[in-house]
């Protein structure tokens, strides 16, 4: 019997004021979110029968207002997402992962102390003020540091390319240094500087 009388009691209440629910979230975010947010607040609703008071309406516009607040929250969440995913696709998918791969080979390859001190600067985003606390220098000095990392950074770079032809260089015509490419090697200093 009481699940009857709940049935009923929730069909009247939705009787009652749906339209009035729908009117109130339409005026406040229009008629394409109006139908979903109305259909999750009377769910919300009957899932929390007992608790609804009488008269319903007030209560139902706060959950409107709450659900409507909700999808707002959540729809300026995913275009966050959708614009940093954005950032990380831009250009070629591959070649990223491929320079990604060189970076991370050409790291591997030096000393612990530039190992850090590029790391410090480029992924923690520290300034080179605070990176010098931390390394326990003088700012002055972690600066120089900084540029010989660079240096051996970009040249180990620049040694991946040559040894390995999947990076773009052709070791056959390309011998000397100062005609291979740089384009990897300069766009990370350009971005680390």
Known sequence: MAVADDTQRFT???DECRQRVWAYVVSRAGRQVADEVVS???AI???RLPDVPRPALPWLLGVARNVLRDSVRAEARREALAAEMRTWTVGDVGEQ???RLGVLSALARLAEDDREVLVLVAWQGLS????AA???????TFRVRL???RRRLARAMDTADVADP???TDRGTMTDAAERPRSRSTRLSEEWS
Do not use: I, L, Q
Not at 128 to 131: E, M, T, V, Y
Not at 134 to 140: D, L
């Open 45 to 47: 609703a009957w899932r």
């Open 166 to 168: 999947a990076g773009g």
């Open 147 to 149: 540029h010989r990392a």
């Open 12 to 14: 009247t209440m939705y």
């Open 128 to 131: 080179p003020r605070d990176a």
């Open 134 to 140: 931390v390394v326990g220098c003088s700012p002055a």
């Open 97 to 99: 992962v491929t320079e």
């Open 40 to 42: 999750e607040t009377f």
